[in-house]
């Protein structure tokens, strides 16, 4: 796919699943992985910051075939050069990552995601050539325990009337939760262990994706 075709397929995402196996309750990533394929997930974020980078690339290669099989989109976490070995379908790059301009010029057929923390970066990333954003973290959560501030669902009302591209929201998003982010106008909800965690991995998939698409 090139760009285009795979900017197409995102604005068809409803539930974006980020896969790291230290919170996969005991399981492996591609054990959590199937059951987001099985479930109907569109998409899926491959995380991991603490393995070394030839595991990483071969866990990467395993994500990589299943989810080409399956017609799922799939997204590397901050490496531009994994994604492009790998043939990912896109890059996803926090605030102290690669800058957008220089990730483009390396991999101008991938997709390019932002992480943004205000209206402010939100908008630097859409003027900078992000494919899309993700807004975060809407509520507390285990995965970013250096954040200690929340944006809260009003910023999510805040927000998007600002953006042309699309969003994801995410952090501490759940099952209890995500009728709030929903309402407040999120069309594509990230989540780590509301999926990862899930005794049934399949289901919790389909019972999110039904949550976010009620009102489409």
Same mark, same amino acid.
């Given at each position: 796919?090139?760009?285009?075709?795979?900017?197409?397929?995102?604005?068809?995402?409803?539930?974006?699943?980020?896969? /790291?196996? =230290?919170?996969?309750?005991?399981?492996?990533?591609?054990?959590?992985?199937?059951?987001?394929?099985?479930?109907?997930?569109?998409?899926?974020?491959?995380?991991?910051?603490?393995?070394?980078?030839?595991?990483?690339?071969?866990?990467?290669? !395993?994500?990589?075939?299943?989810?080409?099989?399956?017609?799922?989109?799939?997204?590397?976490?901050?490496?531009?050069?994994?994604?492009?070995?790998?043939?990912?379908?896109?890059?996803?790059?926090?605030? $102290?990552?690669?800058?957008?301009?220089?990730?483009?010029?390396?991999?101008?057929?991938?997709?390019?995601?932002?992480? /943004?923390? =205000?209206?402010?970066? !939100?908008?630097?990333?859409?003027?900078?050539?992000?494919?899309?954003? $993700?807004?975060?973290?809407?509520? =507390?959560?285990?995965?970013?325990?250096?954040?200690? /501030?929340?944006?809260?669902?009003?910023?999510? &009302?805040?927000?998007?009337?600002?953006?042309?591209?699309?969003? /994801?929201?995410?952090?501490?998003?759940?099952?209890?939760?995500?009728?709030?982010?929903?309402?407040?106008?999120?069309?594509?909800?990230?989540?780590?262990?509301?999926?990862?965690?899930?005794?049934?991995?399949?289901?919790?998939? &389909?019972?999110?994706?039904?949550?976010?698409?009620?009102?489409?």
């Amino acid at each position: 796919m090139n760009r285009q075709e795979r900017i197409a397929r995102l604005r068809e995402v409803d539930l974006y699943p980020v896969i /790291t196996e =230290s919170f996969c309750a005991g399981r492996t990533s591609l054990q959590v992985l199937d059951g987001v394929i099985l479930g109907g997930a569109k998409i899926v974020q491959l995380r991991e910051k603490e393995i070394p980078m030839k595991q990483l690339f071969e866990l990467a290669l !395993a994500f990589r075939r299943r989810t080409a099989d399956a017609g799922v989109l799939m997204i590397v976490d901050d490496h531009v050069d994994l994604a492009l070995a790998v043939d990912a379908d896109g890059v996803h790059l926090g605030q $102290n990552d690669l800058p957008l301009s220089a990730a483009r010029r390396i991999a101008p057929e991938l997709l390019l995601g932002r992480s /943004t923390h =205000s209206l402010a970066q !939100a908008l630097e990333a859409q003027e900078q050539g992000a494919d899309y954003a $993700n807004l975060g973290p809407i509520f =507390s959560t285990g995965t970013k325990p250096e954040h200690t /501030t929340f944006l809260g669902p009003d910023a999510i &009302r805040q927000i998007a009337p600002h953006l042309r591209i699309p969003f /994801t929201v995410m952090g501490g998003i759940n099952g209890a939760n995500i009728d709030q982010v929903v309402d407040a106008g999120a069309q594509r909800v990230a989540v780590v262990t509301a999926v990862t965690c899930a005794a049934n991995v399949a289901e919790a998939v &389909r019972e999110l994706r039904r949550r976010i698409r009620r009102n489409a």
